[in-house]
Structures are given as structure tokens and as C-alpha cells.
């Protein structure tokens, strides 16, 4: 394993028996001559792992375990976490189900809405939204269910559940109240609109995957707020990106937390499998949605719908727009539909 400072980032070779388990133990960089500390790491590190060295003056926090197997522990008590996650409510998955089920009709899935009025309000105010054309005709979820059919119900019902998850500061991140959630919005109207092009009976999976595609920073932003100062010169050291600072401090990413959370949220497999695997769709064993996602994420950040100041080094994976056959006039007439679908649902 290698121990790295966290300054200049000089790398030294070290054995597992060298790390303190009880005592501190400090040295001087021979790259910068910072007095630099090594702390009994809370998570046991793996193999081909890099420790963190951080200044002795108690600037940097204490020692981490960064890079590949970056402590499976320290993971594994960040899933469990999830479990703080303010959930969607129940009457979301209940709907989908109704929907799902050839004998359910309109007005059992209305029925269902109206019994959470916070959702039921919510799916009003969204039904009448420029997006959906009603322009303030609708005048009840009964009424909504019958005009937009139950594709469309579910659609809101899904955005009416996010959006108290997804609203909210993340401080590690820098992001404001609705920073998180309008982006989401964007790569879920993205994603709608890549699949209605491409393979329009995957459209509805493509716009929730869409709208829940990062919320594995919600989860992540404590540690995020624990590491910042580290984080944020590392990233303007090294001028990488966000998602490289994920994986360079925690050996994993904000992907692979959100891949947890649909699990346990028991989300279809092709929806948790697209979201694992927005950030490289190559990895995905040529999955459609992972490709469609990537390339809504992509476009939102490039639209002016990010919220990262590093979004100018983000790139769309080689192969992407080949692999979906999408051309870069038709790239760019998907990019202005966003943006006027993004325009009509706030007004």
C-alpha cells in the first residue's frame, strides 16, 4: 500500500504492519516538509490501498483510506445510512404497482393518491403545469387520472414523491435548496426524450431513473462536509472532476450509494442498473437506460442545469452517441426540448 500526503501528494511505500493501531504517528514530508500525521484508521484499509497523511497541526481531520478497496467497511456504513434518508413516500410505490396491474383502474389509482393530501396536492399543482397542457383545467386527482392517463399519473405521482427528497442544501457538495432537484429534473425530461426517440416503451423507466440519478449524494454529503478541505485542494491541484474525488477518498462513488439506495427501495433492476452506471455506461454490459442516462446527465451539465463548478471537464463516454445512434443535430434538438420542458414545468 502507499502512504500519500495530502499537501503535495508524495507517495511512499508502507506495509500494514507499519499503521498505527493505537497511537498517532507523525513524520515529515521529504516533497514538501509538512509535518504530517497518520492516525489508527476507524476503517480497515484493503488491498492496493492509499492512507491519506494529513497535516499534524490537526488542519486536515484525521488520516483517511483513499483509492481502490478504500475500505469496504467504511461503505458498508454509509449503506447503512440509508436508512436516515427521508424515503418516498409509500404512496408512490403503491400507485406504480396499481399501474402496473392489468385489473387496476383510474379510479383506484386516484383513490390511492388521495389518501397522502401532501401528494395529492402536489400532483394537482404538476398536472397543471404548462408541461402537461392543462393549463389549470384539472380540478381533481380524479380528473387528472382520467384526462392524462395512468402512464402520464404515474410520472407526476413519481415527481411529486422526489421532490421533498430531493430538495434541500448539501453543504459538501455546494449546493443550494434546489440545485439537486432542478438537474434532476433536466436529466429525467433528458432521458425521456432520448428513449421516446429511440425506444419509446423504455421512456418512463429512463424519466424516473432520471429524476433519482444522484441521489446518492444525498447520502454522501456528511462525509463529503467531513474531507472538504482536503477535497476541495485536491480538486484544484489536480483539476479533476467531483466524481474523481468520490473515488480517489472513498474508493467508490455517488453512483454506487445510489445503486443502494434503489435497491433498497426495491426499484426495478433496469433502473438500478442504469443509475449504477450513469457515470460509464461501458461498464454496463451494453445496458440501453445506462447509455440514455449517461448521455441526459451529460447534456444537463453542458446545458447550464449543473450545479458543479467542475462541469466543464466532464465528458460524454467514447462511443455513446454511436451506441444510441444519435447524431449531434439530433444531440442538440434533444438538449432544446429539455430545456423547454424544463421552462414549461415551472410555469
Known amino acids: 500500500m502507499l502512504i500519500e500526503c495530502a499537501i503535495c501528494g508524495k507517495s511512499y511505500k508502507a506495509l500494514e504492519s507499519q499503521l498505527p493501531k493505537e497511537k498517532t504517528v507523525s513524520f515529515s514530508c521529504k516533497g514538501c516538509g509538512t509535518k504530517l500525521k497518520i492516525t489508527p484508521l476507524k476503517n ?33 456504513k454509509i449503506v447503512s445510512d440509508i436508512d436516515k434518508l ?46 402537461y397542457g392543462m393549463g389549470g383545467k384539472i380540478s381533481s386527482v380524479q380528473h ?31 449546493y443550494d435548496t434546489h440545485d439537486l432537484w432542478e438537474h434532476s429534473l433536466a436529466v429525467a425530461f433528458g432521458s425521456k426524450t432520448i428513449a421516446e426517440t429511440r425506444q419509446p416503451e423504455l421512456a418512463n423507466e429512463a424519466y424516473t431513473a432520471g429524476l433519482i440519478h444522484d441521489i446518492g449524494k444525498i447520502i454522501l454529503d456528511s462525509y463529503i462536509v467531513d474531507q472538504k478541505e482536503l477535497i476541495d485542494d485536491y480538486l484544484e491541484r489536480e483539476e479533476k472532476t467531483f466524481l474523481d474525488a468520490e473515488n480517489h477518498f472513498f474508493g467508490f462513488n455517488h453512483a454506487e450509494i445510489a445503486y443502494e439506495v ?18 460509464g455506461p461501458s461498464g454496463s454490459n451494453g445496458h440501453v437506460l445506462a447509455y440514455i442516462l449517461h448521455m441526459a446527465d451529460y447534456q444537463a451539465k453542458v446545458s447550464g442545469t449543473g450545479y458543479e463548478e467542475d462541469d466543464y471537464l466532464y465528458e460524454i463516454e467514447t462511443g455513446t452517441m454511436d451506441f444510441l445512434g444519435i447524431s449531434h443535430d439530433e444531440a442538440g434538438r434533444i438538449s432544446i426540448e429539455t430545456m423547454e420542458s424544463m421552462n414549461q414545468f415551472s410555469s
Open 44 to 76: 480497515r484499509p484493503g488491498k492496493n490501498t492509499t492512507i491519506i497523511a494529513v497535516p499534524a497541526d490537526g488542519s486536515g481531520g484525521d488520516a483517511y483510506v483513499a483509492g481502490p478497496g478504500a475500505g469496504q467497511s467504511l461503505k458498508d
Open 144 to 174: 387528472a387520472s382520467v384526462v392524462l392517463g395512468y402512464k402520464t399519473l404515474g410520472e407526476i405521482v413519481t415527481i411529486a414523491g422526489a421532490e421533498g427528497t430531493l430538495e434541500g442544501k448539501l453543504p459538501g457538495y455546494d
Open 262 to 279: 434503489c435497491k433498497k427501495w426495491n426499484f426495478p433492476e433496469s433502473i438500478t442498473t442504469a443509475i449504477r452506471f450513469h457515470h
Open 86 to 131: 427521508p424515503p418516498l413516500p409509500q404512496v408512490v410505490f403503491r400507485v406504480h404497482e396499481l399501474i402496473a396491474s392489468p385489473d387496476s383502474s383510474a379510479k383506484q389509482v386516484a383513490k390511492e393518491i388521495e389518501t397522502d393530501q401532501a401528494i395529492a396536492a402536489k400532483v394537482l399543482r404538476i398536472a397543471n403545469s404548462a408541461y
